[in-house]
């Protein structure tokens, strides 16, 4: 094993707390002093958000200094760093959160004040970057904020795109409508643009012999400049660096067709260069194969490799890269940065002429690979012709590679038809998984189920050959973000229980909790905060949303990607069979418990049954929402661009949270946790991290309904008929009824015909054959509710029981299983 890694938890349970580096008043000096010399205008003219880019530049020089000693520390220490490859980092507001780690909330608190600001004004100033699609980016962001915690050294490498997951808003029908998020509108002041540290990418063109040798002859270049943002730890005294590539043209202009008037022709060369940084593709879960997106993965990964041999050997015309391995290890967030193993093929050979042995043991050891997903249509499978025609060379490379690989499994003894399966390169196209999984030292899966059916299913031929590579790593939130920021009265009051805040660097202490919930005072305590919390979030979504809500019933929450495995159709079938239900009288008034139920979930804008779920789902919530009947008793709400700052402000009043994919269909799930530790109760399936949840907050804490992995399979082999279970049960069937007599299309019955024929005839994630448990357990659920003392003693043990799923102990359980290095020494 290479790397200082001690064998041990790597958990630093007292890091020295940051000295107060400054007063508040010192600290307002410091924001005067950016308003005046970079903002250009007086205190008086400041407006709030020029008082946010001031203070974001003055906390940012506050973490100058440690992210220097990091950096240097990086490269001089003998702790192997870590770089987390990912096309996607969902980052979120960044200036409580710097503020927080840099030790200095107070002192911002008080400094604005005395500015004549309001905190919350300059902190709702800040503009949400939306470089990440959902959990896999969310993810990413959580994983570098733990490693900067644990005094890891990391770097995060992906792309500053120029636009992120598009803006969501609903038309007069309800549909989905999407509109580009320019976020770099204003002025970004934590991205540091470094044209100093750029680097070449090139693309397209042609391999020919020169001497013997594979000579690589390009076609056309771009120039990579990395932003630089700065990532600090809590409590720890380090500085971590999440860098950025944005993507520029070397040739800006050509002025003869300038001077032609061909102004279009004249900035192509620019446009085309710079496309590759242009937008987010706003996938989830899907493939999408495109051109661009292949431009988008080589340019991130191919400049983030040179940039760290760059670092690790500075001023090294002939480095030894055979060394590499013990410098950084790679980690590929899914398959987006798998061309990274063909890329480091091609510099070691091409640009450092060592022999292909030599190049593959340095490469194999130097890369991981997490898969995200059990679909099989998530795998990314890139047309041969495609890389061939855009990296000549790398298809050479890939080729190669495939040749060993077929040899190794001969040599292992494996059958022929077992081989053709697990070919790389099919001669017609390249499997990135696969070639993830051979180019790399580990894969692992998000939870353990899902490592598990990874193994037995999607890469069974592969676990077989290569057993010893797989394991698991269960998917983790950072506790900072998710419950100091967004939960401040959770966070107090824990604080308060356990005597002590040290439980946000070792969230297992939250274990401390469980006798308290014992007690009954303590409990109350709970409750109120909660009680305080849905207050907020009704002033929230008044302010965001101009809709009222009324706090006197249960928040009731699904919040996530929408995707037909996750079924948001289960929750609306079943609010409908709800509405049904008071409507005909067929529950009393009083045996009503009044909720309000919210979704939050963009759709991909190609994603065409995705799309009408949203649809129905806005229309149920405008039928239901208006209908005297029900007032008081039921509400559904579609809110609008579910993003980090809804989740912050939702989640904490959430006393619900919906986890109902179909099993064996979700490989983790993160709201799940993120719910948990703030203390809502989930009904769920036993899918993802669900199932770890469940074990950890105790069976009678979690509400668990609907088929289980191995009743799924076998209910596809015994062939499903969707039809049935609609005929069997009457609530579902008058639900469904509803939607296609156009109730919630103003009598069209044709709104809804493909979602009502999809239901009926295919249902492939088995929405219908759970409905009847999912419609059953609401009774439980309800009758839960109604005993508040005993829901909120359960919601305090999900608090107490989720330690585990801080991103500090799936950190560490990477640097055990995978990276197998550690902190850096202080
Ligand atoms: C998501 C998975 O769908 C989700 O289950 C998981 O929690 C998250 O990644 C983080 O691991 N794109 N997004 C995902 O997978 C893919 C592919």
Redesign the pocket.
């Known amino acids: 094993k290479s790397g200082n890694y001690p064998g041990r938890k790597v958990r630093m349970t007292e890091i020295t707390a940051p000295k107060s580096p400054v007063t508040a008043a010192q600290f307002a000096d410091e924001i005067r002093e950016q308003l005046k010399y970079t903002q250009n205008v007086t205190p008086e003219q400041a407006t709030a958000a020029d008082v946010y880019v001031a203070a974001s530049k003055a906390v940012r020089n506050h973490l100058a200094d440690a992210w220097f000693k990091t950096q240097a520390d990086t490269v001089n220490g003998n702790t192997k760093a870590v770089g987390y490859f990912s096309a996607e980092f969902l980052m979120g507001k960044q200036l409580e959160n710097a503020l927080l780690n840099a030790g200095l909330t107070e002192q911002f608190d008080e400094a604005v004040e005395a500015l004549g600001f309001q905190p919350k004004d300059i902190v709702d100033a800040e503009y949400e970057p939306g470089l990440g699609?959902?959990?896999?980016g969310?993810?990413a962001a959580c994983f570098i904020d733990s490693l900067a915690s644990l005094g890891v050294p990391a770097f995060g490498y992906g792309i500053q795109y120029k636009y992120g997951i598009f803006k969501q808003t609903f038309d007069e029908n309800g549909k989905q409508v999407e509109t580009p998020d320019y976020w770099l509108n204003n002025e970004e002041p934590w991205g540091h643009i470094d044209y100093n540290r750029d680097q070449k990418v090139s693309f397209g063109g042609e391999v020919v012999e020169e001497n013997g040798k594979k000579v690589w002859k390009p076609a056309w270049s771009v120039r990579a400049v990395p932003v630089d943002y700065l990532v600090p730890g809590y409590k720890s005294q380090r500085v971590n660096t999440l860098r950025l590539w944005t993507a520029k043209s070397y040739d800006e202009f050509d002025l003869l067709a300038f001077n032609r008037s061909e102004y279009m022709e004249a900035v192509k060369p620019q446009v085309k260069a710079e496309n590759i940084s242009k937008i987010l593709y706003p996938e989830?879960?899907t493939k999408v194969g495109k051109e661009l997106r292949l431009e988008q993965q080589y340019f991130f990964v191919s400049a983030s490799l040179h940039d760290a041999i760059r670092v690790f050997y500075p001023g090294e015309a002939k480095p030894d890269l055979t060394t590499f391995p013990n410098k950084i290890t790679f980690q590929l967030n899914?398959t987006h940065p798998v061309i990274g193993i063909p890329e480091l093929m091609r510099i070691l050979i091409d640009e450092y002429d060592y022999d292909w042995d030599t190049a593959w043991d340095i490469t194999v050891k130097t890369f991981n690979y997490?898969c995200?997903?059990l679909?099989p249509e998530?795998l990314e499978v890139w047309p041969a012709s495609l890389i061939g025609e855009l990296l000549p060379r790398h298809l050479e490379i890939i080729e190669k590679i495939n040749e060993q690989f077929e040899d190794e499994l001969k040599g292992k003894g494996i059958a022929d038809e077992t081989i053709e399966r697990m070919r790389i390169y099919t001669g017609d196209s390249v499997r990135m998984a696969y070639l993830a999984t051979y180019g790399g030292s580990h894969v692992n899966g998000?939870?353990e189920l899902?490592s598990q059916l990874l193994k037995d299913m999607t890469l069974k031929d592969f676990s077989d050959a290569y057993p010893t590579k797989f394991t698991n790593v269960t998917?983790g939130v950072t506790p900072r973000r998710f419950v100091k920021l967004a939960n401040p009265g959770l966070s107090d009051l824990i604080t308060e229980g356990l005597g002590t805040d040290k439980w946000l660097s070792d969230l297992e202490l939250l274990q401390g909790l469980v006798p308290l919930a014992k007690d009954d005072e303590f409990v109350k305590k709970f409750a109120a905060v909660k009680a305080a919390n849905k207050h907020a979030f009704v002033g929230f979504a008044k302010d965001h949303y101009g809709i009222d809500i009324d706090e006197n019933t249960m928040f009731n929450t699904m919040v996530k990607?929408l995707h037909e495995y996750k079924r948001q159709a289960l929750k609306i079938l079943a609010v409908i069979s709800k509405y049904a239900a008071i409507k005909n009288g067929t529950v009393s008034a009083d045996e009503i418990l009044p909720r309000t139920v919210f979704f939050g979930a963009k759709a991909a804008p190609g994603y065409y049954l995705a799309k009408m779920t949203i649809q129905l789902i806005n229309n149920v919530s405008k039928v239901v929402n208006n209908d005297p009947d029900v007032k008081g008793k039921l509400a559904v709400h579609m809110l609008p661009n579910y993003n980090i700052e809804m989740a912050q402000n939702l989640i904490p009043a959430t006393e619900l949270d919906e986890q109902i994919s179909q099993a064996g269909k979700?490989?983790?799930?993160?709201g799940n946790m993120k719910f948990a530790l703030n203390g809502a109760l989930t009904v769920g399936t036993l899918d993802?991290?669900n199932v770890e949840i469940r074990e950890k907050v105790g069976a009678e804490n979690f509400f668990l309904f609907g088929m289980t992995v191995d009743e799924v399979e076998k209910l596809y082999a015994d062939g499903y008929d969707p039809a049935k279970y609609y005929e069997a049960d009457p609530r579902l069937k008058q639900a469904i009824d509803l939607v296609a007599n156009g109730t919630f299309s103003n009598g069209d019955r044709n709104a809804y015909a493909p979602l009502v024929a999809d239901w009926l005839t295919k249902d492939w994630f088995m929405t219908l054959a759970d409905f009847s448990a999912y419609a059953d357990i609401q009774a439980e659920i309800e009758k839960l509710y109604r005993d508040q003392l005993e829901w909120n003693r359960k919601a305090l043990l999900n608090v107490a029981n989720s330690g585990y799923f801080s991103s500090d102990r799936s950190i560490e359980d990477y640097l055990e299983r995978i990276w197998h290095t550690g902190p850096l020494a202080d």
């Open positions: 699609n959902g959990g896999l969310r993810l989830d879960s899914d997490t995200h997903t679909l998530a998000v939870a899902h998917n990607r979700e490989a983790s799930g993160t993802g991290a």
